[in-house]
T-cell receptor
């Protein structure tokens, strides 16, 4: 069985400050990890993903995440927060051959002007 | 670029009625997934189809059924609706052939059961 845990259901950062959203995973097989963003009243949009290869992955809108196997983590970061980053962020996991996605509980990011 | 299309976007039904939600995947995508997101909850996997065959099954109630058609679109049929079925229903598609793992989500259908 696979699972992801997102630490902090609500995170607030000031505009221009570092964004750090935490995700830890549990998997008995090499995982595929994803971050999706959900803006209010909209569907889920893929930010970035890790499958194999380079452990630091860059996504859209200046976000990046690093896969750390030793820490079973896949934290999402952005150097400088923008007001438009306010949304809900989901960390997801799947494994090849069983592609259904398992969601984390989500982190709602609020940007303080 | 073409995205996943879901229809209708909003649906209001009464208890014990039926509802049909439709999902049109991205062209050339062969796999469709359905997820249910209740109010204030994270999405939960319901069911998936690959090449018109059921691929995986999650927490889908027996009152629900789904299928994928020859043109790869999928329909989620919900009968004997209950108040607790009120949720946002997402469809996602991917191209499993070739090993592409990314699922692309539609905008969702918001179902309200009164």
């Amino acid at each position: 069985a696979q699972s992801v845990t997102q630490l902090g259901s609500h995170v607030s950062v000031s505009e221009g400050a570092l964004v750090l959203l935490r995700c830890n995973y549990s998997s008995s097989v090499p995982p595929y990890l994803f971050w999706y963003v959900q803006y209010p009243n909209q569907g889920l949009q893929l930010l970035l993903k890790y499958t194999t290869g380079a452990t630091l992955v860059k996504g859209i809108n200046g976000f990046e995440a690093e896969f750390k196997k030793s820490e079973t983590s896949f934290h999402l970061t952005k150097p400088s927060a923008h007001m438009s980053d306010a949304a809900e962020y989901f960390c997801l996991i799947s494994n090849f051959g069983n592609e259904k996605l398992t969601f984390g509980t989500g982190t709602r990011l609020t940007i303080i002007p | 670029a073409a995205g996943v299309i879901q229809s209708p976007r909003h649906l209001i039904k009464e208890k014990r009625e039926t509802a049909t939600l439709k999902c049109y995947p991205i062209p050339r995508h062969d796999t469709v997934y359905w997820y249910q997101q209740g109010p204030g909850q994270d999405p939960q996997f319901l069911i998936s189809f690959y090449e018109k065959m059921q691929s995986d099954k999650g927490s889908i109630p027996d009152r629900f059924s789904a299928q994928q058609f020859s043109d790869y679109h999928s329909e989620l049929n919900m009968s004997s609706l209950e108040l607790g079925d009120s949720a946002l229903y997402f469809c996602a598609s991917s191209r499993r052939t070739g090993g592409e793992e990314t699922q692309y989500f539609g905008p969702g259908t918001r179902l309200l059961v009164l």
